[in-house]
């Protein structure tokens, strides 16, 4: 009978467990993803391929791990508690119920050892993996720039230590497996000197034996459930910027004010700024200092400077992509706390430097109009196409066996690096911004090519700030 009601409550307990699993998992990814789409580019621009994937590898350990070392964790506690209970009961009593939490605490300090052990192992194959990685990803510049004999320099060390953290781990993990048998053959002797004496009658007997095995089939969970758990909690140090992020609200969104996006008229003050100080995180002197400019709508102008001078960061603040330290700026007569963040962006509209701008693995057509309704109607991919035409992309779409429809991408029909180029101008143009930005957008077009271009941005944006290269 016994049986016969623990397999469908089994069956329930396991169905209940899968579905909250599930949806928990399903929560959890939701949030991160909302909080990577929050994150600022600054916060992710200087991370390598490697430190990215390790975030995404970790996340997934968070779910995993998370969920069911809690369970597990959960479950324990419940038959500790109940074990504690049956063996003051029993023939022990209490000294049998101290021998227990002894032996629980050697199983907390335990795990804390392991999860320090784990900590460093989990860093050091992290950093294995982000090196790897970045000299994967830099493979052909390290064939051109280093001596045959040094390419495999310094990685038998570190997979030397990554091997020295692993045996610390496994070792400290093994006297944890240890901690529910250590715990039975104490328990089973507590019982000898009222088993031997015979002071204790067989029912009080019994229930000290159970009571022991139900605490070391509990330790086992507990040691399972503490393993799960702990890497859990490693794997959230990476993972916790993007959690945080999804919680983040602008403080310079408005709430109350509701401003409708309209044409600057020509001649009319588009951006004004005053004294704008700029200065990177980490770093002593300023890139931009005093900086007093003013443009007006239907400008044409060109930014020329030698590199490292500070263009593209002064692009990236007049665009809203970076926030000056100090200063006016003033789009439209209004400042960012007016507008708001997205707000800014929704008027001046980016097309950051060739390394900073991606391709999606999506359809032709999905690249250029990412910036505007989707899906798009009729008219929005006739737009687009004309657009790219006009850009001289008309050969590449003739040749492409989908045309505007045709997979691009990492998966996909690959483009060139001019062709790239121009599929960036025309994302930027298709948004009818009031300003476009063009961060060396022409260093990879030939002159005739340039010269096409050239003239379709002229004609297309309303104002226009180009940078390049004197």
Not at 143 to 165: I, K, P, T
Not at 214 to 224: D, I, R, W
Not at 328 to 344: A, K, S, V
Request: glycine share 12%; with cysteine.
């Amino acid at each position: 009978m016994l049986l016969i009601t623990a397999v469908p409550a089994r069956l329930l307990v396991t169905w209940w467990q899968g579905r909250f699993t599930i949806g928990a998992g399903r929560l959890l990814k939701q949030r991160l993803l909302y909080g990577a789409l929050r994150l600022e580019p600054e916060e992710i621009r200087h991370q390598g391929a490697g430190q990215i994937l390790s975030r995404i590898l970790e996340s997934t350990n968070i779910e995993s791990l998370a969920l069911n070392g809690g369970f597990l964790g959960l479950i324990a506690r419940i038959e500790l508690i109940l074990a504690g209970v049956v063996l003051v009961a029993g023939a022990g009593g209490g000294f049998h119920a101290l021998l227990l939490a002894v032996w629980i605490a050697i199983a907390l300090l335990t795990g804390w050892s392991l999860f320090r052990r784990r900590h460093h192992w989990t860093e050091t194959r992290l950093e294995l993996t982000n090196d790897l990685i970045e000299r994967m990803v830099g493979h052909r510049t390290r064939l051109a720039q280093e001596r045959r004999e040094q390419w495999h320099e310094g990685e038998d060390r570190a997979v030397e230590h990554y091997l020295e953290q692993s045996k610390a781990m496994d070792r400290m993990a093994m006297i944890q497996t240890c901690m529910a048998r250590g715990w039975l053959v104490s328990g089973l002797l507590g019982l000898a000197p009222a088993f031997i004496s015979g002071s204790a009658h067989a029912g009080a007997l019994a229930a000290s034996l159970g009571g022991v095995l139900l605490a070391f089939m509990a330790l086992e969970k507990l040691g399972a459930g503490l393993s799960s758990l702990l890497g859990a909690a490693i794997a959230w140090r990476q993972v916790a910027p993007l959690f945080e992020a999804a919680a983040r609200v602008e403080s310079d969104e408005p709430h109350q004010l509701t401003i409708r996006k309209g044409k600057s008229v020509d001649g009319e003050t588009l951006i004004e700024a005053r004294g704008l100080v700029f200065r990177y995180e980490g770093r002593a002197q300023s890139v931009l200092r005093g900086i007093d400019l003013r443009i007006q709508a239907g400008d044409r102008i060109l930014l020329q400077g030698s590199s490292g001078g500070g263009k593209s960061t002064l692009a990236s603040v007049l665009a809203g992509l970076k926030i000056p330290e100090s200063g006016l700026l003033l789009l439209n007569g209004l400042d960012r706390q007016t507008l708001g963040g997205e707000g800014w962006r929704r008027r001046a509209v980016m097309v950051p430097q060739f390394h900073e701008n991606h391709v999606l693995s999506a359809t032709f057509a999905a690249n250029p109009l990412m910036g505007r309704r989707w899906p798009p109607r009729e008219g929005d991919l006739r737009e687009a196409e004309s657009l790219c035409r006009e850009l001289g992309l008309g050969e590449l779409l003739d040749r492409m066996p989908g045309g505007m429809h045709q997979m691009v991408g990492e998966t996909g029909w690959q483009l060139s690096h001019g062709e790239r180029s121009r599929l960036f101008m025309a994302r930027a143009l298709l948004q009818d911004e009031s300003m476009v930005v063009l961060d060396e957008s022409f260093a990879a077009l030939d002159p005739k090519t340039m010269e096409q271009c050239l003239r379709c941005v002229k004609h297309r944006a309303a104002t226009l700030l180009v940078i390049a290269h004197p």
